[in-house]
């Protein structure tokens, strides 16, 4: 009977270190923290990565999904750790990584029927290790966004849009996404809401008039409000307002490093 060679175990003579390889688009479960009941399931996408040194063939990608089933019914975000260094136990690399983005629901309430409903929230986690471990968190969050420049030069009303406000950041202290959600949605003209009923559509309408704001605004308030949090070591915001009387988007971004 012939002899089966592991082909991806060979040596590779052709001097090339891979920076990244691995599996993308796993869908899985996931349990995260949840401020209001201490923990929440959800549904993310993973990208899941190692280092692979010049003169390995391959790696084993079946050993990622092994190595996943083991942690995906744990709380992950604190167990990112110890779930990238055994990535880098099983397949025996110097570095792993991993992308992961989940929707994130939070409870909120109608501002003057207090109707509760539920919002979601695209989240995302970016960890490594090498030498040591580091984690990114971050979350898109949808606002209310009204131009000042329409609001002083029109008689009747101005225009306003939805922006899309992505937030990242590296921090010393743990910090809740809810947290980061709510320094933002105070920045805009005005928060989103998934249930409004008449007189809410009327109260976030007369907001959005009485604190009109640029793209650049919004990053530049955000900025202020991280740059304060001493728990924040650095971050990236960005904001884009998808126009609603121009046939392309307005942007903005910050990234900034605390000494």
Not at 160 to 183: A, H, Y
């Amino acid at each position: 009977m012939k002899c089966k060679i592991d082909v991806q175990s060979l040596t590779d003579k052709r001097n090339v270190m891979i920076n990244k390889v691995g599996v993308k688009n796993v869908t899985y479960p996931i349990i995260v923290d949840d401020r209001a009941n201490d923990s929440q399931t959800t549904i993310a996408n993973l990208d899941i990565f190692v280092e692979l040194p010049h003169h390995h063939r391959g790696t084993h990608m079946s050993r990622f999904i092994e190595v996943l089933n083991h942690f995906h019914k744990e709380n992950f975000i604190n167990k990112l750790p110890d779930f990238l260094q055994k990535i880098k136990q099983e397949l025996n690399a110097d570095a792993a990584y991993t992308n992961i983005e989940f929707p994130y629901f939070m409870k909120k309430f109608a501002p003057v029927s207090k109707i509760a409903s539920l919002m979601s929230y695209d989240c995302f986690f970016e960890a490594s290790f090498k030498e040591k471990f580091t984690l990114n968190i971050g979350v898109k969050v949808p606002v209310t966004s009204l131009c000042p420049c329409s609001k002083e030069i029109s008689e009747h009303g101005a225009h306003s849009q939805r922006s899309i406000v992505t937030v990242k950041v590296n921090f010393d202290e743990f910090i809740w996404l809810e947290e980061l959600i709510e320094m933002v949605e105070s920045s805009a003209s005005c928060e989103i809401y998934s249930l409004l009923k008449r007189v809410d559509e009327k109260y976030v309408t007369e907001k959005a008039f009485e604190n009109p704001a640029f793209v650049e605004d919004i990053v530049r308030e955000v900025t202020i409000k991280f740059r304060e949090d001493n728990r924040i070591k650095s971050f990236t915001v960005e904001s884009e307002n998808y126009e609603s009387i121009h046939n392309h988007n307005a942007y903005a971004c910050v990234e900034s490093e605390k000494k």
